[in-house]
């Protein structure tokens, strides 16, 4: 039965609407969504923002294939024990200067993470470049065909791009397992909207 407010049916034309908006739109109209309301200022600030004492890191500075001590393991759980929960954010209780943003975009894996749940386990990369394999394009003519390396083709064809650094395939998981390491560049150096910070 159709609800006769018509609440339901506005409620899914605004979803419909916010779904279909621009990344730019989204950002003008939430910035100023927070400037004159402020619930909806104060709902953001505990979303996107942690206190600095929640965000877990490395206990010392170590290259990523290095062998963990027993007090990083036991923090970071192995295949037999499961690893420590995260703490709970708790973005307001030291002060909003003590804060920093939850969600950062990591410069190796390039994906979005929660600073909060980062660990030693959480990111997947490769620390080389994928290269042409000419061998895998036998049939493939760079004057008829056009060249091999082009975005579509390691789109669709990740099996024939090889990394130096293990000599896996494009579409095979990262070599490294390392914390993920956020963006340090400041919006206005990027093009695709804000990113984070270390850890």
């Avoid at 003519?141 to 056009?146: N, R, Y």
Wanted: charged residues 35%.
């Amino acid at each position: 039965m159709a609800d006769p407010t018509g609440v339901d049916e506005d409620a899914t034309k605004l979803n419909n609407a916010i779904g279909r908006l621009s990344w730019p739109k989204l950002v003008q109209m939430t910035r100023v969504l927070c400037q004159k309301n402020d619930a909806a200022r104060d709902f953001y600030r505990s979303k996107l923002f942690v206190n600095e004492e929640d965000v877990p890191r490395p206990s010392t500075p170590r290259s990523p294939d290095r062998t963990p001590s027993p007090s990083e393991a036991s923090d970071e759980g192995d295949e037999g024990n499961p690893p420590k929960p995260h703490p709970v954010p708790s973005p307001q209780t030291t002060g909003f200067k003590r804060s920093r943003p939850r969600y950062a975009l990591c410069i190796n894996c390039e994906r979005e993470f929660d600073v909060v749940a980062n660990t030693k386990k959480s990111c997947q990369y490769h620390w080389s470049e994928a290269e042409v394999d000419e061998d895998a394009f036998a049939d493939h003519d760079e004057c008829t065909h056009g060249p091999m390396d082009t975005e579509d083709n390691r789109a669709a064809y990740p099996d024939k791009f090889i990394y130096d650094c293990c000599d896996r395939t494009s579409d095979d998981k990262g070599c490294v397992t390392d914390w993920h390491k956020g963006d340090t560049r400041t919006n206005e150096e990027t093009e695709d909207g804000p990113l984070g910070t270390e850890y």
